[in-house]
């Protein structure tokens, strides 16, 4: 197993709406704020990123220490999502106490800020009508997976709706560390929360016409995962 950089970041100290920029998609803290965001929670993380998807998909992320895992997809050189595997808050608050996290969150509630970031920079770049149409990207409400395998799936990251407009898919994985069945799975299975993100990048592309909506992508071993 290949990894291609490791950091433990510091989390800051601020409230979860205070905090709508997310790091860059190659950052080695993109997944770190991903666990802030969906976990509500201020833990130190520590975030590595592969450089092969085989790795990525061999990966289990855990609560002690608290250890998140991410890859990035691209097309040619341009990242176009982010995939992290983070812990759930239930776990974080099992291990840490009921102060250690907040209110969970899901995977359309990040790529919402991804959406936001995108919007912003559309703005600060003087493209006010690409930022209207980013602004009116759908983010589709995607419930999260139970299982791997289908995490790992080849699907449409967007798509032109019969709504005419474009959505943006963000499908996850979720167990639920409360529900009954956890204390039945190896701790390894346990409280865990993947997700899988356009990046801001990918959404100015679309906004602007440089994409066109239809960008399929895939957890497979073959996937690229490095600049190209």
């Known amino acids: 197993m290949r990894l291609a950089r490791f950091s433990a970041v510091v989390l800051v100290l601020l409230p979860v709406a205070a905090r709508a920029a997310l790091p860059a998609p190659e950052s080695s803290a993109f997944c770190v ?13 520590h975030n590595t990123v592969f450089d092969t998807m085989e790795a990525f998909r061999q990966s289990k992320p855990s609560a002690k220490p608290l250890r998140t895992y991410q890859v990035v997809t691209y097309a040619g050189r341009q990242p176009i999502m982010v995939s992290c595997k983070v812990k759930t808050a ?51 409400a995607d419930e999260p997976y139970w299982t791997g395998r289908s995490f790992l799936a080849e699907f449409q990251l967007s798509y032109r709706g019969a709504d005419g407009a474009i959505h943006i898919r963000s499908p996850g994985l979720y167990q639920d560390y409360d529900h009954w069945i956890t204390r039945l799975l190896p701790e390894r299975l346990q409280g865990q929360s993947y997700c899988h993100l356009a990046t801001a990048g990918y959404l100015e592309a679309l906004a602007t016409g440089a994409e066109a909506p239809g960008t399929t992508v895939t957890g497979a071993v073959d996937a690229p995962v490095t600049p190209r």
Do not use: I, K, M
């Not at 608050?93 to 359309?108: F, K, L, S």
């Not at 559309?122 to 006010?128: D, E, H, I, T, V």
């Open 90 to 140: 239930a776990h974080l608050r099992a291990t840490y106490g009921a102060d250690a996290a907040g209110e969970q969150r899901y995977c359309p509630d990040v790529t919402r800020q991804v959406r936001a970031g995108a919007v912003a920079r559309l703005r600060q770049a003087g493209n006010a009508a690409a930022a209207a149409r980013a602004a009116a990207f759908v983010v589709d």
């Open 33 to 45: 704020a991903v666990q802030r965001v969906l976990a509500g929670t201020t833990l130190e993380s």
